[in-house]
């Protein structure tokens, strides 16, 4: 067996991530877990893998979880992984994201209704607005008159439903071959509203070159505005050691969903 170190990719660093060549001659995408927390994302990802076989799910090739903790997935490193996005291929996420939302959901999956809290980053806004305000994303008195309609409109979205979401849609997470759209990376798998996973991937196909977001969603029922808190909440806050990459990512998207909400709830532009 012979391995290649894969170097880049997401905005963690507490993976070690191979590609792998099987003796019988087949190549694998190996992830080691580097701490706790990427154990415990390595084993809620593979209780997706093992329990779902649907077109858009790439192959669980092995798993190893005892000294330490190990997934194995087929291959995708030679399929096309955007950006750029060629022609259809966006049309070819929308109808992909409705067959894994028409496909029944592993059980003991979270539901998003038990992680809004999580997501409703407007509540962490309001008792310390300083993160958000010394990012520069917003004023102070944009934000003490937005305020209590951004919460408002968070807190009250229909997050409910049994459809399966895969929750971290973006460009780093999906590829294509030979007609095929694979998604990877299912530790954030939940049961919910699908359209939330729709709303949580336009910011990034916005910064990629794509629609605005309203274009594709002229009403999101206050998801937008969820999102927004999420990545508003997130954008000012110190960088976490084992993901250095994800605050500017985070601000660069809360660029996009700040107006998205501002405009869907009739409040000015930030």
């Avoid at 190893?64 to 750029?84: F, G, K, Q, V």
Wanted: proline residues 9%; hydrophobic residues 40%.
């Amino acid at each position: 067996m012979r391995r290649q170190p894969i170097l880049g990719g997401g905005y963690g660093s507490n993976t070690r991530r191979w590609r792998v060549e099987l003796d019988d001659g087949r190549t694998a995408f190996v992830k080691l877990a580097l701490d706790d927390v990427a154990a415990e994302w390595l084993r809620d990802e593979h209780r997706v893998y093992s329990s779902l076989e649907a077109p858009f799910m790439p192959e669980l090739l092995g798993w190893y979880d005892d000294n330490s903790t190990l997934l194995a997935i087929e291959d995708l490193s030679a399929a096309y992984w955007p950006p750029p996005w060629q022609p259809g291929q966006v049309e070819q996420v929308l109808a992909t994201l409705g067959d894994v939302a028409a496909t029944a959901p592993p059980a003991g999956l979270t539901t998003l209704e038990e992680l809004r809290e999580r997501l409703n980053g407007w509540e962490l806004v309001a008792s310390d607005p300083e993160p958000l305000l010394t990012s520069g994303l917003v004023g102070r008195d944009w934000l003490e008159r937005a305020l209590p309609r951004l919460r408002e409109a968070a807190a009250a979205c229909d997050l409910s439903g049994d459809a399966l979401l895969h929750l971290d849609v973006r460009s780093d997470n999906l590829c294509f071959r030979e007609g095929h759209l694979f998604l990877v990376d299912w530790n954030l798998a939940c049961v919910g509203n699908p359209l939330l996973d729709l709303v949580a991937w336009l910011p990034s196909l916005r910064l990629e070159g794509g629609p605005e977001p309203w274009e594709l969603i002229p009403e999101s029922g206050g998801l937008a505005t969820l999102i927004a808190g999420y990545f508003a909440s997130r954008a000012g806050l110190p960088t976490p050691s084992t993901a250095p990459r994800v605050r500017p990512f985070q601000r660069r998207q809360a660029e996009i969903t700040l107006p998205w909400a501002a405009r869907e709830l009739g409040l000015p532009p930030p």
